[in-house]
């Protein structure tokens, strides 16, 4: 199996966790910082989607082979 998906997945995860402090501790009051960061972690929830539907599917190929 490809470890460089897995890499990808164990960044994007740390990475959206990152963001979810971010938002977290980002005063209410900046309304423009907090949609940046709501953004930022919708494009990184879709990569890791992403990354999940390819593992899962390399898996069952590999377990069906």
């Known amino acids: 199996?490809?470890?460089i998906e897995w890499t990808?997945?164990?960044w994007l995860t740390i990475?959206?966790?990152g963001l979810g402090h971010r938002y977290e501790m980002a005063p209410?009051?900046?309304i423009g910082?907090?949609?940046q960061i709501e953004s930022e972690m919708a494009r990184v929830?879709?990569?890791r989607e992403r990354v999940?539907?390819?593992l899962t599917r390399r898996v069952i190929?590999?377990?069906a082979a």
């Open 52 to 54: 999940v539907t390819n």
């Open 15 to 17: 990475c959206f966790r």
């Open 61 to 63: 190929t590999q377990v």
């Open 33 to 35: 910082l907090l949609r």
């Open 1 to 3: 199996m490809d470890t």
């Open 45 to 47: 929830e879709d990569q």
């Open 28 to 30: 209410k009051s900046r």
């Open 8 to 10: 990808e997945l164990d």
